[in-house]
């Protein structure tokens, strides 16, 4: 179904889940402008809480987290996040209501249940909302049936299960073992809480995949009911995730089967009622966020594809990343560097970049492309990137018209190649980025 170019899928590319990206991010912005650009909040807001502790660490994971292992260490990280609760919230002007509520991680269900409420009316008392959406970010190794009632309670709706892989034998390969029992139970209790959008995250890529154990989980999650499934490639980078080192590079498929594993999952999905959303997002036509991908309403920022069209969200806890006026900010990652900033009532915001107009145009043609497939150029970006992207024109993967340039279904997974071309920084950039596909 797809054409298939290696060499043009050869250089490593941004995610893009923002513009300019997290490799640009510096210790230049801090929290002086981070005070500032809240200062200039107004309308709409979407806040992401991060919680950055799991039960058990799976070694492919390249998220900020840590073990929850220490009852006092977490105690500790839920007092300083309430401390910035307040310190955002009296921060933020009277006009800006949250109308978005997402929990990540780590694993919000990390923490008890009680702990949980606690922040969550936290959370409402200090912020001025507006009803807002809620989702969250859930390991089913440690759902409980305690949670029914909690996830009830607060008005989740939508809801994320890292399931990764059914195999028992890859699931050990990556150090995420849980039979499918788990899935199955905390499926259940997620439609029983009130759940109506519910994600399962799957990879590709794994040490040891092939291509039936690829099928068997996609058929399994659809089977399941998921409304939304995210297929992602795994990004093996050992040199930066020190975790993923006990895994065994030798056993991981290489770049051809990389590719064709894709294009089974895209055609799997979509033969099993899922539309596509982007690259690597299936969700089915009822779901918001394929509603909002038909509509041309789809978004991307720090939690992928969303309906979401909020022009800020605020992101608390350590590493949390906040998209604001003119401002991307990120919080210490470090939890206790995290915890001193706040006990000296300070925001600890701590790396960030300033966002140019150029940054804004450049970025708008990169969203545009990832979620619509299509981007009106300004004609002195077109020179620019021309001459960089005539190879995937030559390919018949992408193609300008007079005012667009539109990528073709066949260059559906060169998207974030063919974007890239507009970034100006990865060439100056000391971070590796992963594979495309």
């Known amino acids: 179904m797809w054409p298939y170019h290696p060499e043009l899928l050869a250089t490593p590319v941004p995610r893009y889940t923002s513009f300019p990206t997290a490799a640009e991010f510096t210790d230049a912005v801090g929290t002086d402008d981070y005070a500032r650009a809240l200062s ?59 109308t978005r ?31 807002p959406e ?41 150090g995420r073992v849980q039979p499918a ?16 959008s519910l994600n399962f995250d799957l990879m590709y890529g794994l040490p040891g995949q092939d291509m039936a154990a690829l099928r068997d989980s996609i058929d399994r999650s659809s089977g399941l009911g998921a409304d939304r499934i995210a297929l992602f490639g795994y990004a093996h980078v050992p040199h930066i995730i020190a975790r993923q080192r006990r895994i065994d590079a030798g056993a991981l498929p290489d770049q051809d089967t990389r590719f064709a594993m894709a294009a089974e999952g895209f055609e799997r999905l979509s033969d099993a009622g899922y539309a596509p959303v982007g690259f690597d997002h299936f969700a089915l036509p009822g779901d918001a966020i394929a509603v909002a991908a038909e509509q041309g309403r789809l978004h991307r920022n720090f939690q992928g594809f969303t309906d979401d069209a909020a022009d800020c969200l605020i992101g608390l806890g350590a590493s949390a990343i906040s998209i604001l006026p003119g401002l991307i900010a990120q919080n210490e990652k470090n939890a206790g560097r995290y915890r001193m900033k706040l006990s000296q009532g300070r925001f600890p915001a701590s790396l960030g970049v300033a966002k140019t107009a150029d940054d804004a145009r450049r970025g708008a043609v990169i969203e545009q492309l990832l979620c619509d497939g299509k981007a009106i150029v300004a004609e002195d970006l077109r020179r620019e990137a021309a001459p960089r992207l005539a190879p995937f024109v030559q390919a018949g993967l992408c193609a300008f018209t007079v005012r667009e340039l539109a990528i073709a279904p066949g260059g559906l997974p060169y998207a974030r190649s063919i974007a890239a071309q507009f970034d100006p920084y ?7 980025f992963s594979s495309a596909v």
């Open 101 to 131: 509520l997402s929990f990540g991680g780590g694993s919000p269900n990390a923490v008890s249940p009680v702990d949980f409420v606690r922040l969550f009316n936290a959370l409402t008392v200090w912020f001025r909302f507006g009803r």
């Open 40 to 98: 200039r909040v107004s309308g709409e807001v979407s806040l992401y809480v991060h919680i950055p502790f799991c039960e058990k660490i799976c070694w492919y994971c390249g998220c900020n987290t840590g073990a929850a292992n220490r009852k006092e260490r977490l105690a500790n990280y839920l007092d300083a996040l309430q401390e910035e609760i307040a310190l955002v919230a009296e921060a933020l002007p009277e006009g800006a209501r949250v």
């Open 181 to 196: 029992e788990l899935i199955e139970r905390t499926t259940g209790w997620l439609r029983q809480s009130g759940v109506t």
């Open 134 to 174: 809620v989702s969250i970010e859930l390991d089913p190794r440690t759902m409980t049936e305690n949670w029914v009632e909690v996830l009830a309670s607060v008005g989740a709706t939508r809801a994320s299960l890292g399931v990764q892989t059914f195999d028992a034998q890859l699931q050990a390969a990556i």
């Open 426 to 432: 990865p060439q100056h950039s000391p971070r590796r």
